[in-house]
C-alpha cells in the first residue's frame, strides 16, 4: 500500500519535473528538474529491478546532469534565441502540457491490459515522461532544449522497459546511452557557443 | 583469439590510438592499414576452425560472453567483415586526400567497431542501443569544433534516439506474438512500432529530411560515409528481424508497405534530385534513393531480392565513397556547391567533376557502370512481381539521370576562352582516379565480387528460402 503511493507520489514528481522543463527558461532550474526527473524514475523502476542496478538509473541521470551543468556553466551566460516558429507563452506550454497529461491518463487504463505486468504508476509516469518528451522536441530546436527532451524521452522508455527488460547489458547500455547523449550534447553546446557569441 | 575481439575489439581499441597521432597521413595510414588487415583476416582465415601455421595451431572462436549476453560472429559473418573492413580501408586511405583523417579515422573507426557489435549481438534486438551509441559518436565527426551545429544535425541526432525506444518496444511485442501467434492485434501493434523504429533509423520517406540538410552543413566526405556505413549495417538489422519473425516474412500488408516505402523514397529521392540546384544536396537524394533500392530488395521476399541486396553492397560504398570525395576535393575551389557557384568546374578540375558524373550515374544503374547490374537486377525481380512498380521505379531513376545530366550540363557550362587546369594533389589524383576504375571495373565485371557474397545468404536461416 506504502509502495503504491509512494510510488503515485513519485509520478507527481515527474509530471512536476517534466512541466517545469517544458515551462522554464533557466538552465539552472532545468537541470535541477532533471537531476528530481531521474530521482523519481529511480523509485519506479526500483519496483522491477534490484537496489543496485536501479541505483545506475540515477547515478546516470545525475552523471548526465552534471555534464551538462558543468558544460553549460562555462559558457557565457546569454539569452535563448527566440523560437521562430511556435508560441512562445507560458500559458501555450502549458495548455500543451495538460493535453499530454490528458492522453496519459487516458491510455494508461488501456495499455495497462497490454501491458499486464507493469503497475499503473509506472505505466503513467513513463507515459507522461515520453510524451513531455516529445512535446519538448516538437517546439524547439535549440541544442540544450533538445538534449533536455530526449533525455525525458528516454528516461520514460527506459522507466517502463525495465519492467521488461532486467537485462545488465541492456541497462549497461542504455546507461552508455544516456552518457552519451549528455556528452554529444555538451560537445554541440560548446560548438555553438562562440558562434553565438560573436553573432 | 576470439572473432569479436577481432572485428569489435580492436578497431574500438583502435580509435583513441589515431587521436593521439597528429599527422594527416599516419592517420590515414594507421586506419587504413588496420582495417584493410581486418578485412584480408576477414577473407582469409576461417572462424572457428583450427588452423595449423608450422607448430602453432590458430583458431578463431566465433563468440565471448559479456554481461550475460553473448556476442556472436561465426564464419558466415566472415564474407561481410570482409567487404564492410575492405571499403572502411578505401575510405580512410580517401581520407588523407579529402583533408579529413584526423577527424573521420578516430571516429570511423569507434563507429565501425559500434555497428559490427551491433551485427554480433545475441539476442540481436540489442543491436538497437549499440547502433545509437554508435549515431552518437558521429557528432563530433560531422559537427566541427566552433562552428554552430546546424538543423541538421539536430534532426540527425532526434531520429536517430528516437528509433532505439522503438525498435526495443517492438521487440518486446515480437516475443509476445511468438507466444500467441493468434493474437492478430497484437501483431499488427508490433508491426507497426517496428515500422515506426527502422522508419526513423534508415531515414525512411518523409523521416530523410535530415540528410539534405546535413550534406549543406559538415564535410561531404564525412556525411558519406555515415550515409555509407549506417544503412550497410541497419539492413542487416532489418534482415535480421524478417528472418526471426515468420509473420513479418509472410505477412502480405508488411512486405506491401516496406515495398511502399521503399518506392516512395526511390520516387521522391529521384525527383527532389532531378530539381535540386545543389551539388551536395543532390548526393543526400541518391542515398535516400539507394535506401528506397534496398527496401524494395527486402520487400521482395525471394532469394534474388536478397541477392539483390547483398550485391548492392559494394557498389553503394564505392559509388559514396568516389562521389563523397570528388564534391569533398571540389570544395575548396567554389564558393558553395550551389548551381550558380560550380558553372564551369569542369574546367577547373575535370577529374573530380568525372568522378563525381560517374558515381552519380552508377547509382542511376548507368551501363558499365558499377550500379547496372544491382539496379538491372532489382528491376528485373520487381517487374516478375508488378510491372507498375517497376515502372515507378523508372521513374525515380530517371529524376536520379536527369539531375546527372543537369549537374554535368552545369559544370562543363564556361566561358570558351577558360582554360582547362589541373587543381587536384597527387593523392586525389591517385585516389580518385582509382575510384573511377573501379567503378567501370565493377560495372564490366560485377563477378568479380561473386566470391565475396557466396556465403552471405547462411547468415540467415529463413530468409529467401
Not at chain 1, 517545469?20 to 519506479?44: I, P
Request: neutral net charge; contains cysteine.
Amino acid at each position: 500500500m506504502i509502495v503504491a503511493v509512494v510510488s503515485w507520489l513519485a509520478v507527481g514528481l515527474l509530471l512536476v519535473t517534466s512541466t517545469g522543463l517544458l515551462l522554464t527558461r533557466d538552465w539552472r532550474w532545468s537541470l535541477g528538474l532533471l537531476a528530481a526527473q531521474y530521482l523519481a524514475m529511480f523509485w519506479l523502476v526500483l519496483q522491477y529491478w534490484p537496489f543496485g542496478m536501479a541505483a545506475v538509473k540515477l547515478v546516470t541521470g545525475w552523471m548526465v546532469s552534471a555534464a551538462i551543468g558543468i558544460t553549460r556553466l562555462g559558457l557565457p551566460e546569454t539569452e535563448e534565441p527566440a523560437e521562430a516558429a511556435w508560441p512562445q507563452g507560458r500559458l501555450f506550454r502549458l495548455f500543451a502540457a495538460g493535453i499530454v497529461v490528458l492522453i496519459a491518463a487516458s491510455a494508461t487504463p488501456g495499455l495497462s491490459s497490454l501491458i499486464a505486468n507493469v503497475s499503473p504508476p509506472v505505466l503513467a509516469g513513463s507515459l507522461i515522461l515520453m510524451g513531455m518528451g516529445l512535446l519538448h522536441l516538437g517546439i524547439t530546436g535549440q541544442v540544450l532544449r533538445v538534449v533536455l527532451g530526449l533525455l525525458t524521452v528516454l528516461a520514460g522508455f527506459e522507466t517502463l522497459y525495465a519492467a521488461l527488460e532486467s537485462s545488465i547489458l541492456v541497462a549497461a547500455l542504455l546507461a552508455v546511452v544516456d552518457l552519451g547523449l549528455a556528452l554529444a550534447g555538451a560537445y554541440l553546446l560548446t560548438s555553438a557557443a562562440p558562434a553565438e557569441e560573436s553573432a | 583469439m576470439t572473432a569479436p575481439f577481432l572485428w569489435i575489439g580492436i578497431p574500438i581499441l583502435a580509435s583513441p590510438l589515431a587521436l593521439i597521432l597528429r599527422r594527416e597521413r599516419a592517420v590515414t595510414i594507421f586506419g587504413g592499414l588496420t582495417t584493410a588487415i581486418l578485412a584480408l583476416v576477414a577473407l582469409f582465415i576461417p572462424i572457428d576452425v583450427a588452423m595449423l601455421i608450422g607448430p602453432l595451431s590458430l583458431k578463431i572462436s566465433p563468440s565471448v560472453q559479456i554481461l550475460g549476453r553473448s556476442l556472436s560472429l561465426d564464419q558466415a559473418n566472415g564474407s561481410l567483415l570482409a567487404i564492410l573492413y575492405g571499403l572502411a580501408a578505401l575510405w580512410f586511405f580517401g581520407a588523407e586526400a579529402a583533408g579529413a583523417a584526423r577527424r573521420l579515422v578516430p571516429f570511423g573507426l569507434g563507429i565501425l567497431g559500434l555497428l559490427v557489435a551491433s551485427i554480433a549481438v545475441q539476442p540481436f534486438l540489442f543491436a538497437a542501443p549499440m547502433i545509437q551509441i554508435a549515431a552518437l559518436l558521429t557528432v563530433p565527426l560531422l559537427v566541427q569544433p566552433s562552428r554552430a551545429p546546424g538543423r541538421g544535425i539536430v534532426r540527425f541526432l532526434i531520429y536517430q534516439t528516437l528509433a532505439m525506444p522503438f525498435i526495443l518496444f517492438a521487440g518486446w511485442l515480437l516475443a509476445g506474438v511468438e507466444a500467441s501467434p493468434g493474437d492478430l492485434e497484437l501483431a499488427v501493434q508490433s508491426a507497426a512500432m517496428l515500422g515506426l523504429g527502422f522508419a526513423f533509423l534508415l531515414a525512411v520517406f518523409p523521416l530523410y529530411n535530415w540528410i539534405p540538410m546535413l550534406l549543406e552543413e559538415a564535410s561531404p566526405y564525412a556525411v558519406g560515409f555515415l550515409l555509407w556505413c549506417f544503412p550497410a549495417t541497419t539492413s542487416f538489422f532489418l534482415l535480421g528481424f524478417l528472418d526471426r519473425y515468420t509473420f513479418l516474412r509472410t505477412s502480405p500488408a508488411f512486405l506491401t508497405a516496406l515495398q511502399t516505402g521503399g518506392l516512395l523514397m526511390v520516387v521522391t529521392g529521384g525527383i527532389w534530385a532531378a530539381f535540386q540546384r545543389h551539388i551536395g544536396r543532390m548526393m543526400g537524394y541518391a542515398a535516400v534513393a539507394e535506401t528506397g533500392f534496398f527496401l524494395v530488395a527486402a520487400s521482395l521476399n525471394t532469394s534474388a531480392g536478397l541477392q539483390t541486396i547483398f550485391l548492392q553492397l559494394v557498389p553503394r560504398g564505392l559509388g559514396m565513397a568516389v562521389w563523397a570525395l570528388a564534391l569533398t576535393v571540389v570544395q575548396p575551389q567554389v564558393e558553395g556547391f550551389g548551381f550558380s557557384e560550380v558553372r564551369g568546374l569542369a574546367r577547373r578540375n575535370p577529374l573530380a567533376v568525372a568522378a563525381l558524373i560517374l558515381a552519380h550515374l552508377s547509382v542511376v544503374g548507368f551501363p558499365l557502370l558499377a550500379g547496372f547490374p544491382v539496379r538491372l537486377a532489382l528491376w528485373e525481380g520487381l517487374a516478375r512481381q508488378s510491372i507498375g512498380q517497376a515502372a515507378w521505379m523508372l521513374v525515380g531513376l530517371l529524376g536520379l539521370l536527369t539531375g546527372a545530366v543537369r549537374t554535368l550540363a552545369v559544370a562543363v557550362m564556361a566561358d570558351e576562352q577558360s582554360a582547362w587546369e589541373w587543381n587536384a594533389a597527387w593523392v586525389q589524383v591517385f585516389m580518385l582516379g582509382v575510384g573511377i576504375l573501379a567503378l567501370f571495373g565493377l560495372g564490366l565485371f560485377p563477378q568479380v565480387i561473386q566470391p565475396f557474397l557466396v556465403n552471405l545468404p547462411a547468415m540467415f536461416e529463413h530468409l529467401g528460402r
